[in-house]
């Protein structure tokens, strides 16, 4: 199947700096990108989902301005955690969808980002 | 977005086959019924899709009724393995290009020895 490498696999950082996290389709051209938030034991949680060229769509309760989402190209899309706080400390992962306007389209997801905010 | 319901969590001895089921009563007509497994702390797993009727791979396979407001999956001889969560999707296009997925529950199977 096709391939979605997410990067970094895990990162620490200090509260108030910001951390980006990269989300890319190696072998297919993503038109959507979406972005999960998961805590322990937790479902995935919908952050915002992102199309190639336009602004992301931030779910009801996440701050589009914390979360800085960048989908440049139909390979690439990026999460900025700004400002990072200890409740920030999470499991987030990112999926890429393919084949655009197809009924049967299939998500393909990262191996998501462990994120601990000291 | 069609709402899903799953069992929390499923127990079963190993050698044995699972079914979970999931409820998704408001399923719209261009909406799919994915099925993914996650392990702890690494990103879900795609298992097997399908739309109507019955669809079978090396893994699972996938029963969804004619009138699709539920679905099944099927594991078959479960191992040690395949404890997991199991989350079951219903998505599709949206229009304008863009695509809607949101994951519920999940239900947590413990596979015994």
């Known amino acids: 199947g096709a391939v979605v490498s997410q990067h970094p696999s895990r990162v620490i950082c200090k509260s108030g700096t910001s951390v980006k996290i990269e989300c890319r389709s190696l072998?297919?051209?993503?038109?959507?990108m979406f972005w999960y938030r998961q805590f322990p034991k937790q479902s995935l949680m919908l952050m915002a989902t992102?199309?190639?060229?336009?602004?992301?769509?931030?779910e009801q309760g996440v701050e589009k301005d914390k979360f800085l989402i960048n989908h440049a190209s139909l390979t690439l899309s990026t999460l900025t955690v700004t400002s990072a706080h200890p409740e920030d400390s999470s499991f987030y992962i990112c999926?890429?969808?393919?084949?655009?306007?197809?009924?049967?389209?299939?998500?393909?997801f990262g191996q998501g980002t462990r994120l601990t905010v000291v | 977005l069609a709402k899903t319901t799953q069992p929390i969590s499923m127990d079963s001895y190993e050698g044995q086959e699972v079914n979970i089921t999931c409820s998704h009563n408001n399923i719209a007509t261009n909406d799919y019924i994915t099925w993914y497994q996650q392990f702890p702390s690494q990103g879900p797993r795609f298992i097997i899709q399908g739309y109507k009727t019955k669809v079978t791979n090396e893994v699972a396979s996938l029963f969804i009724p004619a009138d699709r407001k539920s679905s099944t999956l099927s594991l078959p001889r479960v191992s040690l393995s395949d404890t997991a969560v199991y989350y079951c999707?219903?998505?599709?296009?949206?229009?304008?290009?863009?695509?809607?997925?949101?994951f519920g529950k999940g239900t947590k199977l413990s596979v015994i020895p």
């Open positions: 072998d297919f051209q993503a038109t959507t």
């Open positions: 999926s890429a969808v393919s084949g655009q306007g197809a009924l049967n389209t299939e998500a393909f």
């Open positions: 992102s199309n190639e060229g336009s602004k992301a769509t931030y």
């Open positions: 999707l219903v998505g599709g296009p949206s229009g304008a290009g863009s695509y809607q997925l949101t």
